[in-house]
């Protein structure tokens, strides 16, 4: 598992590792069953406190996204295959939300704003 945390912006770790951990589980890099690493092991190669990792993974069940086994090490828990497409959208919905407040302070209207978001969708070298 890949988290890599940006310690100068204004968000709090165990908010960071909570957003790239329900990101790669809504992008499938951590299908359901795979084990998360454990409290310990995670802190140390971040090289942050047990209890942020702790914070995070308690948030992270509470939010149906991990599930705790007793004896054994968390999973990413099973889902339904709509709530497997709300999760994707609801992590689009979060990373847009930052270019859509951009999108209204540079005055750019929402049709102009669609079309940006189109040409970005394609593949580089991709026509209409």
Same mark, same amino acid.
């Given at each position: 598992?890949?988290?890599?945390?940006?310690?100068?912006?204004g968000?709090?770790?165990?908010?960071?590792?909570?957003?790239? @951990? !329900?990101? &790669?589980?809504?992008?499938?890099? /951590?299908?359901?069953?795979? #084990?998360?690493?454990?409290?310990?092991?995670?802190a +140390?190669?971040?090289g942050?406190?047990?209890?942020?990792i702790?914070?995070?993974?308690a948030l992270?069940?509470?939010?149906?996204?991990?599930?705790?086994?007793?004896?054994?090490?968390?999973? @990413? !828990?099973? &889902?339904?295959?709509?709530?497997? /497409?709300?999760?994707?959208? #609801?992590?689009?919905?979060?990373?847009?939300?930052? +270019?859509?407040?951009?999108?209204?302070?540079?005055?750019?209207a929402?049709?102009?704003?669609?079309?940006?978001?189109?040409?970005?969708?394609?593949?580089?070298?991709?026509?209409?």
């Open positions: 598992m890949l988290i890599a945390l940006d310690r100068s912006s968000t709090p770790v165990f908010r960071q590792i909570c957003e790239q @951990v !329900r990101f &790669q589980v809504a992008a499938g890099v /951590l299908p359901p069953g795979s #084990e998360i690493p454990s409290t310990r092991d995670l +140390a190669e971040l942050i406190n047990p209890m942020t702790s914070k995070a993974y992270l069940e509470q939010q149906g996204v991990l599930e705790r086994r007793p004896g054994l090490s968390l999973v @990413v !828990r099973r &889902q339904s295959d709509s709530s497997r /497409l709300e999760s994707r959208r #609801e992590e689009l919905t979060r990373l847009l939300q930052p +270019a859509a407040v951009a999108a209204r302070q540079l005055g750019i929402e049709e102009e704003a669609v079309e940006i978001y189109r040409a970005a969708l394609r593949a580089p070298g991709e026509e209409r």
